[in-house]
């Protein structure tokens, strides 16, 4: 499979990879987070044997494969594990989902099932393959755990059968049954492409919420406007996304899902071939950690153990799971600092704490945080949020 590449935005995927100063960089998305063993197997192989062995866990919940020789060959393998449908979408298939979904018997419902067809529809498309790799759609079951974390366009379940489609976090009145929603969706993407000159974000464009909303009321069988009196309000109301935490959490029906910190986000060999031997499947956080779902209750120990034998985190209390770092030195030419050597707990907080090489902040997690950044004379520490 041939690389290409994309003179205009220069967010990587797989096959447009970024050329790091430790090697080329690919981006694979994934749709909700969701993986199965195998294709979380295809992509840890993939990184082992073409790449540096690293994998990093990105916080649209898409993973990145770091120092890689030979970017064509894990293209090659990551399309015949299905893990790259569409040639032309395959940068815009950024899509954050409630992670613990269907699983742990919060939100509305399951929206897996939507997930899967946004991302079917999105890339049915052609024209979409003109977002920037860095538009972000997110999908939401009602717990509010993601729907407000910087997507363009999101849908909040606000009961079972119904949905709120906000726009850069925005209530402009978007209402659709859930079956629609990816299809409102969708318009609003493509009411962005005509709307926009330059922008690649919807935050960007001016007025966007309020513009996109007046483009798309009235076209037939979509969407209607929603005040105040709409079912479900309360839900769309909601701003405070919950972190889901390292740990434990009972699926019922004697199933588990253990949710296991990446330290600074990073996976290495041993920790990406324990999480691969667990055969269970695996779902992505933008909190840069992984639920290791559907576990038999009987088998917890027995894979904890062996999980925080490879230096996972999976302590709700361990300070390092709120720890995250960008790629600093050597990896990324802009670093002024090893970050990732550096990083540690900030003593005195309870907040996430994020190390940055630069004042860029990449991979600074939403909301309110501490930010140590590298001033090329040490770090400055400061408290934020955004
Ligand atoms: S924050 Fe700066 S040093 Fe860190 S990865 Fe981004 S550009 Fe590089």
Not at 181 to 187: F, G, N
Not at 344 to 362: D, Q
């Amino acid at each position: 499979m041939p690389t290409r590449n994309h003179s205009e935005d220069s967010c990587p995927g797989v096959l447009a990879t970024h050329q790091a100063a430790d090697g080329a960089v690919a981006r694979v998305r994934v749709p909700g987070g969701q993986l199965t063993a195998a294709a979380f197997r295809t992509i840890a192989t993939g990184a082992a044997e073409l790449g540096d062995g690293t994998i990093e866990l990105t916080s649209r919940a898409n993973l990145q494969v770091r120092g890689l020789a030979d970017g064509v060959e894990l293209g090659t393998r990551l399309a015949s594990a299905g893990l790259l449908p569409s040639a032309t979408h395959e940068r815009v298939r950024n899509v954050l989902a409630s992670p613990l979904t269907g699983r742990d018997g919060a939100g509305f419902a399951d929206v897996r099932p939507l997930v899967e067809a946004l991302d079917e529809a999105l890339c049915a498309r052609p024209r979409l393959a003109g977002l920037s790799g860095r538009f972000l759609f997110a999908v939401d079951d009602g717990r509010g755990d993601v729907a407000w974390l910087g997507a363009d366009i999101a849908a909040v379940l606000t009961s079972e059968n119904t949905a709120a489609v906000l726009l850069d976090g925005e209530d402009a009145g978007l209402r659709s049954t859930v079956d629609g929603a990816p299809a409102l969706m969708l318009a609003c993407a493509e009411t962005f492409l005509t709307l926009r000159e330059h922008e690649w974000r919807v935050a960007e464009l001016a007025d966007g919420p309020r513009r996109l909303a007046a483009h798309l009321a009235g076209p037939p069988g979509a969407p209607r406007r929603g005040g105040a009196e709409d079912d479900g309000q309360a839900a769309v109301d909601r701003r405070e996304g919950t972190r889901q935490g390292v740990g434990l959490v009972d699926q019922g029906a004697g199933l588990v899902s253990l949710v296991a910190g990446a330290p600074l986000g990073w996976l290495d060999r041993r920790q990406a071939a324990a999480l691969t031997a667990t055969g269970a499947p695996l779902v992505i956080t933008p909190w840069r950690r992984l639920v290791v779902a559907d576990l038999p209750a009987d088998r917890v120990e027995e894979v904890g153990d062996r999980l925080r034998g490879t230096g996972l985190l999976l302590d709700p209390g361990d300070p390092l799971a709120r720890v995250t770092a960008c790629t600093g030195r050597p990896g990324c030419a802009k670093a002024l600092a090893d970050v990732r050597a550096d990083a540690a707990p900030v003593p005195g907080t309870t907040l996430p704490v994020h190390w940055s090489g630069c004042a860029r902040r990449c991979g600074r997690p939403r909301g309110a945080v501490v930010d140590v950044v590298a001033t090329g004379h040490g770090y400055s520490v400061t408290e934020g949020d955004r």
